[in-house]
């Protein structure tokens, strides 16, 4: 670390156990994640703040050597845990390295990507079979059942309601395994 860290006791005394087990834990994250150039940590008592409800709130912010920031506040839980010190800190620290984690990620391009799911058109119901056809935009005609419509919505298709669909082969063909409908309503071509 280019810069020692700072650590803030607020409305408590000083604890040296908490002070070794925060550059612990430092350590740690730059052992994992390469160099941290500078950090605060702010510790408050549960007294210090009426709404931590008994709770010592923990707050991090770690600087990166390109220019990026992880910051983790104090939990919005109300987990009686948090009424020890220790397992605030712990619990707190545990939060950076998910952020650091992430942020290592996205900049190796470790993010995941989201494939497009395809667009189709209701061609056919039949809801005594509980069952229809999609068109889809290259022109094939894919069978979907009730039970691949999302959110039970099969009731409120009709043919031109417009859908998202993923595709999968079945046994007689390809067919949709889950079928939304776009937007907030059915839409009609």
């Known amino acids: 670390m280019e810069t020692p860290i700072q650590i803030e006791f607020q409305g408590m005394e000083p604890l040296e156990h908490v002070r070794s087990a925060i ?3 430092v350590a740690d994250l730059e052992n994992r994640f390469g160099r941290v150039t500078a950090g605060r940590i702010v510790l408050k008592s549960p007294g210090a703040h009426h709404r931590s409800g008994g709770h010592y709130e923990i707050n ?5 050597p390109n220019g990026r ?3 983790v506040d104090r939990t919005t839980t109300a987990d009686e845990r948090q009424a020890d010190i220790s397992f605030a800190v712990n619990d707190a620290f545990k939060r950076a390295r998910r952020r650091l984690q992430d942020h290592v990620r996205r900049m190796q391009g ?3 990507t989201h494939e497009e799911r395809p667009i189709g058109t209701v061609t056919k119901l039949d809801p ?3 069952c229809g056809f999609l068109a889809t935009k290259d022109g094939r005609e894919i069978y979907f059942h009730q039970n691949s419509v999302l959110d039970g919505k099969f009731r409120q298709l ?7 669909f993923s595709e999968e082969m079945g046994d007689k063909g390809p067919q949709a395994s889950t079928v939304n409908l776009l937007g907030k309503h059915a839409l009609r071509q």
């Open 23 to 25: 550059a612990k834990h």
């Open 110 to 112: 470790h993010v995941k």
């Open 60 to 64: 991090i912010h770690l600087a990166l």
């Open 69 to 71: 920031e992880v910051n």
């Open 158 to 164: 009709a043919p031109g309601t417009r859908v998202l």
């Open 128 to 130: 005594e079979r509980g």
